[in-house]
């Protein structure tokens, strides 16, 4: 695979009034898988070396489709196997803004990944908690926040933005268990439970 026509099959279909290209309406013949590699911590490797530029990175996520547990590059005319080795993002910073939810102003987190998409955590699907990769993951195999960042590709919690969100949280208790929330846009957040 030539990364570099694969680039401008990118550029050139992207449609310049829509800020991400529509993978979901691609559907091309798969033309097999490329060394590519989104490792645990959000960097994204061809044939074993770092890809460098912000750019390319940030290009090359917009066309990212996965099917099942399998992520793929797509442009209307090829589709290339990835490898993920958890999620294709990670959030890495966080910002509060005011906003309107049913009919009345609070805040609501957005949430930025490392190539720049935000999300407004502003609907109860957005975030769930799993168990990390074995690699990353405490002793006791603590559940932590993944969020929908679009379509059905989501983002780990870099664990710094983490640990801001559980300062920022309440502790509820219930039954058992002590959940950590975040409210956002009028709604709960559970990022952690302990019990």
Known sequence: MDLTKFQKQIEGSSDKTRPLPPVEKWNPDFCGDIKMTVTLDGRWFYEGTPVGRASLVKLFSSVLKREDDKYFLVTPVEKVGITVEDTPFLITQWKEIE???????????????????????????????????????????????????????????????????????????????????VHSANIDFVIGKVG
């Not at 805040?107 to 490392?114: D, E, G, K, N």
């Not at 957005?126 to 006791?140: F, T």
């Not at 932590?144 to 309440?170: F, M």
Request: glycine share 6%; aromatic share 6%.
């Open 99 to 181: 906003a309107d939810a049913n009919g009345g102003k609070n805040t609501a987190l957005v949430l930025i990944t490392q190539t720049g998409d935000e999300v407004v955590l502003d609907s109860v699907d957005q975030m769930e908690l799993r168990v990390p990769p074995k690699a990353i993951r405490d002793k006791e195999a603590t559940a932590i926040p993944y969020v929908c960042v679009r379509r059905n590709l989501w983002a780990r919690l870099h664990q710094n933005v983490y640990y801001q969100l559980l300062e920022k949280s309440k502790e509820i208790k219930g039954g058992d268990e002590t959940h950590f929330v």
